[in-house]
């Protein structure tokens, strides 16, 4: 149970950071177009950095590592979260 804890805490950490740095990025490319469209992404980013256990992109990475071909994986492991939130 120690390896799943462990490689969980990995995945929570990479889905973690990946989703600060997509939410810095889509903040400040609002505040471009329009202060209540950055508003929008910062209440966005506020549900979805709320917490929880990330088991989607957990899941997702998990499934990957059994048949790993190369690449990148979080950004699809976040994309999961993103569309659950």
Do not use: C
């Not at 990995?10 to 471009?32: M, P, R, W």
């Not at 950055?38 to 256990?53: H, Y």
């Amino acid at each position: 149970m120690n390896a799943l804890s462990a490689t969980h805490q990995k995945a929570i950490s990479g889905v973690e950071a990946y989703l600060t740095d997509f939410f810095e990025q889509s903040i400040a490319n609002s505040e471009a177009i329009d202060p209540s469209y950055a508003r929008l992404w910062q209440n966005i980013r506020g549900v979805t950095m709320a917490g929880g256990k990330r088991l989607r992109p957990y899941l997702v990475l998990l499934s990957y590592s059994l048949n790993e071909n190369g690449g990148d994986i979080v950004p699809v492991a976040t994309a999961y979260e993103l569309l659950q939130a």
